[in-house]
């Protein structure tokens, strides 16, 4: 278990970069060479919540706190957001977060509430609702610092504050290109980058707004190719844009791939990835590693080099999702080595089903995949985009995705390193009679590992694990602890979680080395040396005791060491003294009586020999010392007088 658990704090600490503690423990993937991605619950500044449009979240918390299990999954609440639930059209978009609050939109109304309860918080007023259409999209994120929602409904774009208000609204006439929208908004250094749709044979449109004014930037054709499909061709389409670099790219219906500037919409480069035209990328475009990732209504995935100094395309990789695959409108995930993505595919018997699929990044090969419920009809997609969790020290994912079938509902897996057997539970048992319905959303992962999807009937439904089953790790002996950096005393922290679980030890946000503490069970016992904290600085600090089931934080506070003939003024708190808190460990940490935190932890009474003297005991001692001494030193003096005589 020791060699375990050694061997994988290593390797967290080998591959960590650079880690971020906020109010929420933030951490970065590391286990792959991908963008920067945001904490947990800042919000989707972009399809799927960060700049790579991937929904990969990596803090502690979340990782802890994710259903991993049928048995301990409960459905937390559910809430009408449609006017009509018995109305399709009146679908919502899917939700997004930003700092704690859902938003969600329906009927042309946005509506925002609290991610705990779900009870409605605040609503648009009648003055500014946007177009009642039954397609929307809603993307959350922040401008110059502060909360903003963006909604496209056709052709229009509104922006609204935290407070629902709308502080602008693009008009129809302004649009170049293309008469409708159902291609998710892209948030990349206040500009708002989109795609339009054109269903009249004509072309369509990318397009660059001003986050903070609404105002068109540059608009782009986007030529129709799509014409041999049909009555059903369109032009532009469904695939949301990605930003690297100076340049945003985004598919097309017809199966094209462009690269526009980001400063004026040029054309720098394209491919045609349908040849004949006759398939469609309707998933956004991700971006990692140097690498695009999309999927194409045939089923299939791509992967394309790509030169974020020059916008150029290159080398090109393709294989069909499954050996069956007949559609796919998801966007790649990608992450340590591995792809998770959503598929239609067919049974052994020719049944139509959905599919969340684990690839090789490399090869493209499948490594396995997870079914999900058949059903009768073969809907377009039947598993949308795959959020995962992931466990950075570890490498063990999560993942959910909704997938397109009653009750409306979602598959959860999980996967580590040489994983080949797919593993995973349904939750469509759990969803209520009342809300079942098809569900085309995207999952939303929240911050403290909940579950966030809506459905064709207007019902927004949360999901997670049961009160009684979230871990609470926390730490329960050291907390607040006032510490003297003098290179002679060490601090004794104590978390309740599992001794056999430990992971490493954080603090301000840095992976520390072993050599800079001692770590012994009773739960479990860190020790931070003395050798190490003369290094901190003086003030406040963080330490994160990271175990298996969850992040144990705690504040303590470095002073100054006293200088020699000092008063400390601390009364029965003097840094100095050995103290008579007792530590659940063993031993005593301090001399607060408080075991949860307010002890001063600088001295260990385990560190004196059994009858070492109390600080007063030595106190009493030392006048008494002083009082020999003198006498003495009179009486020689005395007698020095009388021989002088």
Avoid at 291 to 296: Q, R
């Amino acid at each position: 278990m020791r060699e375990r658990r050694e061997n994988r704090m290593k390797r967290a600490v080998r591959e960590a970069g650079a880690w971020a503690l906020a109010a929420a423990l933030t951490l970065t993937a590391v286990l792959v060479p991908a963008d920067t991605l945001q904490a947990a619950g800042s919000g989707q500044s972009s399809y799927r919540g960060s700049g790579d449009n991937m929904a990969i979240l990596t803090d502690a918390r979340t990782v802890a706190n994710v259903p991993k299990s049928l048995e301990e999954t409960e459905v937390k609440w559910t809430v009408q957001v449609a006017d009509d639930p018995s109305d399709w059209t009146n679908a919502i978009t899917s939700p997004v977060e930003v700092d704690g609050t859902i938003y969600v939109l329906s009927n042309g109304r946005l509506k925002a509430f609290d991610a705990v309860t779900g009870k409605l918080a605040k609503a648009a007023s009648d003055e500014d609702l946007i177009n009642n259409y039954y397609n929307y999209y809603l993307m959350g994120g922040k401008v110059n610092g502060e909360t903003m929602l963006f909604v496209e409904s056709q052709n229009i774009v509104a922006a609204y504050n935290s407070d629902l208000e709308q502080v602008w609204k693009t008009r129809s006439e302004d649009v170049a290109y293309g008469n409708d929208g159902y291609a998710p908004m892209y948030l990349s250094d206040g500009v708002i980058y989109g795609l339009t749709t054109s269903y009249s044979g004509s072309s369509a449109g990318a397009f660059a707004i001003d986050a903070v004014s609404g105002a068109y930037l540059w608009q782009t054709e986007v030529p129709f190719t799509a014409a041999g499909q049909g009555s059903w061709a369109m032009g532009g389409g469904y695939s949301g844009m990605v930003a690297a670099g100076d340049y945003v790219i985004c598919g097309t219906e017809g199966g094209t791939v462009y690269v526009f500037a980001k400063s004026n919409g040029a054309v720098v480069s394209q491919l045609d990835a349908s040849a004949d035209h006759m398939q469609n990328i309707r998933g956004a475009i991700a971006y990692t590693g140097g690498n695009l990732w999309f999927t194409m209504t045939d089923g299939s995935i791509w992967r394309v080099a790509f030169s974020e100094s020059d916008g150029a395309l290159g080398a090109v990789s393709s294989a069909k999702i499954t050996p069956t695959a007949t559609n796919s409108t998801a966007t790649p995930v990608v992450y340590n080595g591995r792809v998770y993505v959503g598929c239609t595919d067919t049974d052994a018997s020719g049944s139509v089903q959905g599919a969340v699929a684990v690839l090789d990044a490399s090869t493209l090969a499948m490594i396995y995949e997870i079914p999900v419920a058949k059903q009768d009809n073969a809907w377009s997609n039947k598993c949308t985009d795959v959020a995962i969790a992931a466990d950075t020290s570890t490498g063990t994912v999560y993942g959910y995705a909704a997938y397109y079938d009653k009750p409306g509902s979602v598959v959860a897996f999980s996967d580590q390193p040489g994983q080949t057997r797919a593993e995973f539970f349904d939750l469509r048992d759990l969803v209520p009679e009342h809300t079942s319905n098809y569900s085309n959303s995207q999952i939303l992962l929240g911050t403290e590992g909940n579950l966030y999807y809506t459905n064709d009937s207007g019902y927004m439904v949360c999901v997670g694990k049961k009160a009684a089953d979230v871990d609470k790790v926390e730490i329960i002996s050291g907390a607040g602890s006032n510490i003297t950096a003098d290179g002679k005393h060490d601090a004794v922290f104590v978390s309740n979680a599992p001794y056999d679980t430990f992971l490493y030890i954080m603090v301000d946000g840095k992976i520390l080395d072993q050599d800079c503490y001692t770590v012994q069970e009773g739960s479990t016992i860190v020790t931070l040396k003395a050798d190490y904290l003369k290094g901190l600085s003086e003030g406040e600090h963080i330490i994160a005791i990271v175990s298996e089931g969850g992040v144990a934080e705690a504040q303590f506070q470095v002073v100054a060491a006293q200088t020699p003939g000092g008063v400390n003024p601390g009364g029965d708190q003097n840094q100095g003294g050995s103290g008579n808190g007792q530590n659940p460990g063993g031993g005593d940490t301090g001399n607060g009586q408080n075991p949860t935190g307010g002890q001063t932890v600088n001295t260990d009474a385990r560190d004196l020999p059994e009858n070492a003297p109390k600080t007063g005991d030595l106190s009493d001692s030392l006048w008494m010392l002083l009082i020999v001494a003198g006498g003495i030193s009179l009486g020689g003096v005395l007698l020095q007088r009388r021989k002088s005589r």
